[in-house]
């Protein structure tokens, strides 16, 4: 069994590092690179950076941010946000990611998907996907930071998504994100059954049982986090010791 993975989220605009609710009501929370420095100490498994504004102002991923993250960090960092090419993936690599996480570029040109993982392997594509319910058992793809519905059935999606050679999937639920009221169980469940590779949980981690209870729950290999590591309200040591005392193996 595959020992689970605490990682924190950092959502980055402008520079700084931000948060809000169901994507709106955006707050500046500090410097990325301090911020990924402290989780690093702190032992996370890993660091995601999502530049949440380059897809929907059709621009490219912020390197400079990467690189000086890189320096300082000795945890695998996966970044997104803006990353359009095979061109746009090296270079996200060779600034320092190890891996990309590619959204809605990936649903407008599921090729990138393909290519990616040809030329760099599987490992260095995750795909992230934001969903939404829209009735019992099912939901639909949301790309552009949750602003445009595609009308593409997220199970159909998943399902594409392991086929064209992507490593891991990182699902956000937008009706669980940011709200603090635990993960989106039934959609992270659909999702782990109808896939082998790695899912990554993300979208409403509000209390530290939140994140046993998506291992406990769902064949999520993974859980993420922004508000509650952000403000302070628990650490990555603190979430590892709790899921340990629960039996959960984590890293």
């Known amino acids: 069994m595959l020992a689970k993975r605490i990682i924190p989220c950092l959502d980055v605009r402008n520079g700084k590092v931000v948060k809000g ?3 709106e009501g955006i707050r500046d929370v500090g410097d990325p ?4 420095e402290e989780y690093n100490r702190q032992g996370a498994d890993e660091i995601v950076f999502y530049d949440i504004t380059a897809s929907y102002e059709g621009r490219g991923v912020f390197l400079d941010v990467v690189r000086e993250t890189a320096k300082k960090v000795f945890v695998p ?4 946000g803006g990353i359009k090419s095979v061109e746009d993936i090296r270079e996200t690599l060779r600034a320092g990611a190890d891996k990309v996480s590619v959204n809605s570029q990936a649903v407008k040109n599921p090729k990138l998907i393909k290519d990616g993982a040809d030329i760099f392997g599987s490992q260095c594509i995750c795909v992230g996907i934001d969903a939404k319910k829209i009735a019992d058992h ?11 519905d595609m ?3 997220l199970i159909d999606w998943v399902k594409r998504i392991e086929q064209l050679g992507a490593g891991e999937i990182c699902l956000n639920s937008i009706d669980a994100d940011g709200t603090k009221n635990g993960f989106d169980i039934e959609m992270l469940d659909a999702v ?16 530290i049982d ?13 859980a993420l986090a922004a508000s509650l590591f952000h403000f302070r ?15 959960i193996i984590v890293r």
Do not use: H, M
Request: hydrophobic share 40%.
């Open 21 to 23: 609710v169901n994507f």
């Open 151 to 153: 009308n593409l059935d």
């Open 77 to 80: 960092l996966t970044v997104g």
């Open 210 to 222: 939140d994140f046993a209870e998506v291992f406990e729950k769902t064949g999520a290999t993974a």
């Open 138 to 148: 099912k939901w639909t793809v949301y790309i552009n930071g949750g602003r445009v």
């Open 192 to 207: 782990c059954k109808a896939c082998t590779i790695p899912v990554i949980a993300s979208g409403g981690a509000g209390k």
């Open 233 to 247: 309200e628990l650490t990555v040591q603190q979430v590892k010791k709790y899921c340990r005392d629960k039996g």
């Open 33 to 36: 690179v301090e911020c990924a």
